[in-house]
Structures are given as C-alpha cells and as structure tokens.
C-alpha cells in the first residue's frame, strides 16, 4: 500500500478543500497588500517639495510675523521681544535674568503644572533665548494648536505669583554660580561694563545685592512696558503662514505702541581688572565698532576673520591665522588668541581675546594690538581678503543650516528692523566688502577709545594706558 502526503514549507498542511481554499485567500490578500504597498511607495517618491521662501508680514498693531515652511517634521515657533537687559531699569537690574527662569510659572490660562506636562505630552520643549532681546521658542512634532496656548500664556498672560516668584531665587544663584566659573563670561560681562555708561553696561545676570528683591509687582510693571505688540515678532519654521498669521491676529493682538522708551547705548571706555590665582590670564581689549545691519558691520566681521576668529578644524590650533603668527614670535609660552566682534542695534565691540600664561601676558597682548596696526596700514594680500571673506559666509550660512539658527536669525532681524533680509542678501553684502573697508574698519578700532578687561595672576599684565 502506498499513500501520497503533499506537504508544504511555507503554508498549512493540505487535507480538505476549505483549508485549501482558505490558504489560496491568504495569499491572494498578502500579495494584495504588498501590491497595494508598493504603489504607495511610488506615490511617496513622485511627491516634490518646492523650495519657500520666507514670507513677512506686518500687522497694524506692529507686529512682525515670519514663517518658512521648509517641510520640517518638528515645527519651530519663536516669540521674540525687545526687551533684554538693556532695557532694565536702574531698580530693575536683574529682572530678565528671573524672567528667563519664570517661563513655565502659572499664567493666567495654565497652571506651571499643566504647562510642563502639556509640552512634553506632544514631545515638545519651551525655552528661553535671550540676545539683546528676550525670546521663547518652542519646539514639538505634534499637537501644535495645543502647546501653541502655552507659548501664548507664558509670552503675554504671566502671573508672577509672589510665592513661585520667590522659589527661583535658588536657580538665580546657582545661574551665578555657573557663571562664575567660567573666566570667558566674567571677562565678557565686565568689558560691557567698562565700555557702556548705560545700556549694554547692564549684566545678563542678576548683582547679588538684587537675588530675592525683585517682587511680582516689578516683573508685571517690566512686561507692561516692554512687552506690547510693535516690539514683538512671531516667527515659526514648519507652519504655514496663514495659520501663524491667524495666531498672531488672535493672540498676539495685546498692548499695542511702542512701550517704555529707553535711551542709547553710549560708549565710554574704560578698564576692569580681576586679580586672582588662576595663571592663565584671560584679557580682551576693544574699541567701539559697528551697530548691527550695517555695511561697516560687514567689514569688522570680514576683519575678524582676516585676524583669525577660532579654529576651524575641531581641536586646531589655528597656525594660519594672522594673530596666531605674530604671537607666536613674540613667546614660546602657550597662548590662544581670536578676534573679538560684537555688534548690537544702536553700537558694536570690536578687539582682540587673549588667553596666556601669566609671564607673557605683556608679549602676547602687545602682539595681538601689533598685527591689527599691520591690517590697518594695509599689510594683506587679495588672496587673504578671499579667504576671510569665505570664511564668514560659510560661518554665517552654517549656522543657518541648524534650524535653532536659522530661527534665531529670523527672530533677531524681525524683532530688530521689522524686516528680513535673506541669506543671499547677506553673502552679497560681505562680497562687497573691499580692502579699503577692512582697512578703515581697523583704523577706527587702532585710533579709538579702548576698553579693557582681563581676570587671572596679573602682575605682568599691562594697564590699559600702558598699551
């Protein structure tokens, strides 16, 4: 007697006709679904994302609204205010300080609680970004129409209850704590001091004497003056304009005007020394430079990188850069050198960053200042402009491909001009920056009135008038 099996490796074994029939329906449905898979995967790939550009509008109240709708997965929004330091009052030193901490604090639409888990239910994360404004982003994937309530609330609804005002006083001090171990913020903090009478003179951190003396009734008097609608921008990247543009006409239409008015910066100059035992001595020296949207703007920028402005290789030491080689024939000592540009709305710093031992701060200062005559009476070629000019396009457009960046630079320009100017504007303006610019631009700085700070063992490091 013989018998047949039919057996298979990949279905159920065969003995009826239903089960057959059953397994013949099965693979009938999976090669449906591959088929139906498949020209979905097409349809994906046909789909072609048109570059945007970025779209601006005004509001009769004066606020500024920016979006770029670059396909981004994650939506960005940004609220962006006038309302730095700067604009601190002389009782109110410190206030943006504690304001940047009392983001997720109770509004008057959510409590602290409902805003911290309702961000983070979509994924999403508020953040503080202060300039010579004050700003909060917002980042999420999801849920954009909900945690755009917060954004809202945390922007023009504070409450500022005096007892969840009083718990940061804490997180104030350590702020200060952190910053004080970090001799580059020290530095940098003082130079501002030293060079401004008012203004930009103003700290980003609290003065001790004020930790714990800032009352709710001064935080609400800062955000009725400052906050109003003709100092704000509402940028976002991954929304369309339409829908921010509605959220701004909605929400955003609060106190219009300009707000408190406050007076300009003015440069003085002067000098601040801290001693201590660290034996690198950390030392900047700079004149007033340029104010922020201008050509001059453009030429101590292309200077700055001529003169060296950091590695551009991960740990390099930047042999090529103009200071690094002329220091470096005036000691043997270790040192770190960069030129050192800042510019703001209505003024600007422009100078050298030394970093040495403490036995050759003299050499390596007098150095740096020496090659920036050098620039000043004209000792560059062609080739070396080429080259600082490439350098600050590609720092500029590189900090455009990180969308923080590129949010941050829309935010600033928006809230600052009311007008955005887009990258290939900006890299055309650095393209027509010529030798006689970049000359000018170091003469203003070799004949003006310097500012100096510098912290570490300082008994080899000159004084300002000794420079």
Not at 81 to 107: C, F, Q
Request: hydrophobic residues 40%; charged residues 20%; contains cysteine.
């Amino acid at each position: 007697m013989c018998s047949l099996h039919l057996c298979s490796c990949t279905g159920p074994k065969l003995q009826s006709p239903s089960l057959l029939l059953s397994f013949f329906s099965s693979l009938c449905e999976k090669s449906l679904l591959r088929a139906q898979a498949a020209s979905k995967r097409e349809a994906i790939e046909r789909v072609t994302f048109h570059p945007q550009e970025v779209q601006l509008s005004k509001l009769p109240n004066g606020l500024v609204i920016a979006s770029l709708e670059n396909y981004s997965p994650c939506a960005k929004i940004g609220v962006f205010v006038k309302a730095g330091s700067r604009y601190e009052g002389p009782e109110e030193l410190g206030i943006t300080h504690l304001l940047r901490l009392a983001a997720s604090l109770t509004t008057k639409g959510a409590s602290a609680f409902r805003i911290c888990r309702g961000i983070e239910s979509v994924g999403g994360s508020l953040r503080w970004v202060v300039q010579e404004g004050i700003g909060s982003t917002l980042f999420c994937r999801q849920g954009l129409d909900t945690v755009m309530e917060y954004l809202i609330n945390v922007t023009t609804a504070p409450e500022f209850r005096p007892w969840e005002v009083s718990d940061l006083t804490e997180k104030m001090k350590i702020d200060k704590a952190v910053s004080s171990q970090s001799p580059q913020i020290r530095v940098i903090e003082k130079l501002h001091a030293a060079a401004y009478k008012n203004a930009l003179s103003n700290s980003l951190y609290c003065p001790d004497y004020q930790i714990g003396r800032i009352s709710s009734e001064q935080l609400h008097s800062f955000v009725q003056n400052n906050f109003t609608s003709a100092r704000m921008a509402l940028v976002g990247l991954g929304v369309e304009h339409a829908v921010l543009k509605q959220v701004g006409e909605q929400f955003l239409n609060i106190r219009s005007g300009t707000g408190a008015v406050r007076a300009k910066a003015q440069y003085c100059g002067g000098e601040f020394r801290e001693q201590n035992g660290n034996s690198l001595v950390h030392a900047a020296v700079v004149s007033e430079g340029a104010a922020t949207g201008t050509a001059e703007a453009c030429a101590f920028s292309v200077l700055q990188h001529l003169l060296g402005a950091g590695p551009y290789v991960k740990r390099g030491s930047s042999t090529t850069c103009k200071l690094r080689q002329s220091i470096a024939k005036a000691t043997t000592q270790p040192f770190d050198a960069s030129a050192f540009n800042v510019n703001y709305s209505d003024s600007g710093l422009f100078g050298v960053y030394t970093i040495s031992q403490y036995g050759s701060a003299t050499d390596v200062i007098n150095a740096a200042l020496s090659q920036v005559k050098m620039v000043a009476h004209g000792n560059f070629t062609d080739a070396d402009l080429t080259k600082a000019k490439n350098q600050a396009k590609s720092e500029y457009l590189m900090s455009l491909e990180v969308s923080d960046g590129l949010l941050e630079d829309m935010g600033q320009q928006c809230v600052a001009d009311g007008v955005y100017h887009s990258p290939e504007v900006v890299v055309s303006t650095i393209n027509s920056v010529t030798s006689e610019s970049v000359v000018n631009a170091a003469k203003k700085f070799v004949a003006g009135k310097k500012t100096m700070a510098s912290s570490g063992h300082l008994v080899n490091t000159p004084f300002l008038d000794e420079l």
